[in-house]
């Protein structure tokens, strides 16, 4: 599988921003795809996840401000990210695992090459 991300970059707080994730290859034996983050000197951390039946999670600090979606037919993950807050400023992985979903990303085999997020004033 090979996974593409798109649409990071910079924002004011409290503004919105769209990531996309394009995904190729052999796509429909995920179970779950994913978004992480990583800001500079953290470890990387679940945001978003989205199993093959629909159910998603959330990782308690985007709750109600990001909502994960994709789009089978342009074989596309997104992630929505409203109400922007300095803390959500990190580098975005898109991820996809054969595995039930979880927000640990260690459970993930495939991954892109991941799409920068800042938001300042």
């Known amino acids: 599988v090979h996974l593409v991300e798109s649409g990071g970059g910079s924002a004011d707080p409290g503004n919105s921003l769209r990531l996309d994730c394009v995904v190729s290859?052999?796509?429909?034996?995920?179970?779950?795809m994913g978004w992480f983050r990583q800001a500079p000197g953290k470890e990387r951390e679940g945001v978003s996840v989205l199993d093959r039946d629909g159910s998603v999670g959330y990782d308690d600090s985007v709750k109600d401000r990001f909502t994960i979606s994709n789009d089978y037919a342009k074989a596309t993950l997104y992630l929505r990210m409203g109400s922007l807050k300095p803390e959500d400023t990190a580098m975005y992985y898109c991820?996809?695992?054969?595995?039930?979903?979880?927000?640990?990303?260690?459970?993930?085999?495939?991954w892109g090459q991941g799409t920068q997020v800042t938001v300042s004033s």
């Open positions: 991820a996809a695992t054969d595995l039930p979903c979880t927000m640990d990303p260690g459970a993930f085999d495939d």
């Open positions: 290859g052999d796509v429909y034996t995920n179970d779950c």
